[in-house]
């Protein structure tokens, strides 16, 4: 097993230094569920919600998180990033709409966190607009799909072929 990066030799928690690394094209791709009634889903897909293009708010809002997420998760590096693409569709099978974010940067560290964080976003907006409607409204799951660039190369995640995972 790999030893955690945001611990030192002491074992206390510190920020990563990637000052020495090479910058090189890093691209990371999230995906994330939220499964909601049939009703309310008929609704959101024909832009007929009393919140207006929910859809549109939730892109909004992940762009925007994914922009911050170094103000979020503590020990996140502050990254420009270079590309930030953000998909909703419906998953009629599920009743749900699921979230796929790939961000993308030329930089020393990966962007994952933006990916992940972005998504976490877009779901938590969807339900803040959604949940007077249906307050069984449920989240998950959220995983990284794949990533690629930086020292570790790339790598794809063991179920993202699967259709039967989430």
């Known amino acids: 097993m790999s030893k955690l990066t945001h611990l030192n030799t002491s074992g206390e928690v510190h920020m990563v230094e990637v000052g020495d690394r090479p910058n090189s094209r890093r691209q990371a791709t999230a995906e994330g569920y939220i499964e909601i009634g049939v009703e309310l889903l008929e609704q959101v ?3 007929n919600t009393k919140k207006g293009d929910v ?3 939730a892109r909004v809002a992940a762009i925007q998180a994914a ?3 170094w103000e979020l998760i503590p020990l996140c590096h502050q990254i420009a990033l270079s590309g930030i693409e953000v ?3 419906a998953t009629p099978e599920r009743n749900a709409l699921r979230i796929e974010v790939t961000s993308r940067t030329t930089a020393s560290t990966g962007v994952e966190m933006e990916a992940l964080t972005a998504v976490q ?3 938590l907006t969807l339900y803040d607009m959604l949940k007077a409607v249906d307050p069984a409204i449920t989240i998950g799951p959220v995983r990284l799909l794949a990533k690629s660039g930086g020292s570790h190369g790339d790598w794809q995640h063991p179920l993202s072929s699967s ?3 989430g």
Do not use: F, H, M, Q
């Open 163 to 165: 259709p039967n995972y």
């Open 67 to 69: 922009k911050r997420t």
């Open 121 to 123: 976003v877009g779901l």
């Open 87 to 89: 998909a909703i569709t």
């Open 45 to 47: 897909l024909s832009g």
């Open 55 to 57: 859809l549109a708010v």
